[in-house]
């Protein structure tokens, strides 16, 4: 939850690597990936513009869903907790310096550290594209303490998922029926995931919670134990398998 300022000079380093399936058997041609990590970049830029001029609660409001999460410790609804919410006299600092997208761009992870006076840390947000303009603002918000900045914050990578091949239709089967209509405003449906990953902890107690882009590439999984410790796990569909790419444990201060 405590982030960030960009750094002055960045460099992203994408990596769109979309699997060509051409040449196997019952699928078409490959899928292009539209997602793109400077976009998130971007807008988190223009987070971090908007909690140096306008505070940094009154920036977490603008750029959240009405849906966003937060951590505070538990898991909280952002709008609610933030609303009235006195801004601290100087917003943290924060440098992005990992950004994970899914192949269809409909939701990134962004990954860094954030400097508050002498304290360092991590953070990790959601971003999930907007239906109406097609920008983005985060879902998911949460961080914890490092005892010394995060290694690796100079520069930032960029990874997009694969893309999932599309099934090749059969020019001799009848053309399937159209899907039906949707009401105005609903969102578009979510595809299976492409890859298993695992099952979702059922324990009493725990509050554990995945999400998911529009075409399943990208998967992440937050969770509370009961004392309070946070797990936080990031999978991106590469190679052929839903391969981890991010794994933070917050462990509970009354539990360290």
Not at 49 to 62: C, N, P, V
Not at 179 to 191: D, E, I, S, V
């Amino acid at each position: 939850m405590k982030r960030l300022i960009p750094l002055a000079v960045l460099a992203l380093a994408a990596s769109a690597s979309a699997q060509d399936p051409r040449s196997a058997p019952g699928f078409g041609g490959g899928i292009t990936p539209i997602g793109n990590p400077s976009a998130l970049i971007a807008s988190e830029s223009a987070f971090a513009r908007l909690a140096r001029e306008k505070g940094q609660w009154t920036a977490f409001a603008a750029t959240a869903t009405d849906e966003a999460e937060m951590f505070v410790p538990q898991r909280t609804l952002a709008k609610a907790w933030l609303k009235g919410r006195a801004n601290p006299p100087q917003a943290v600092q924060w440098q992005p310096s990992s950004v994970w997208m899914s192949c269809d761009g409909s939701a990134g992870v962004t990954f860094g550290g954030y400097q508050a006076g002498s304290a360092n840390g991590w953070f990790s947000t959601v971003w999930q594209r907007q239906k109406k303009k097609g920008d983005y603002k985060w879902v998911l918000d949460q961080g914890g303490d490092l005892t010394a900045p995060l290694a690796g914050a100079d520069f930032i990578t960029g990874k997009v998922a694969d893309c999932v091949p599309r099934p090749r239709r059969n020019p001799l089967a009848d053309e399937p029926p159209p899907p039906p209509k949707l009401p105005k405003g609903t969102p578009p449906p979510m595809r299976p995931l492409p890859g298993p990953i695992p099952p979702l902890a059922a324990v009493p107690g725990v509050d554990s919670k995945d999400g998911r882009s529009i075409d399943g590439t990208l998967v992440w999984r937050s969770t509370v134990l009961p004392g309070g410790t946070r797990e936080w796990t990031v999978w991106m569909w590469q190679d052929g398998k839903m391969n981890e790419v991010l794994k933070r444990t917050e462990v509970a201060k009354n539990e360290g």
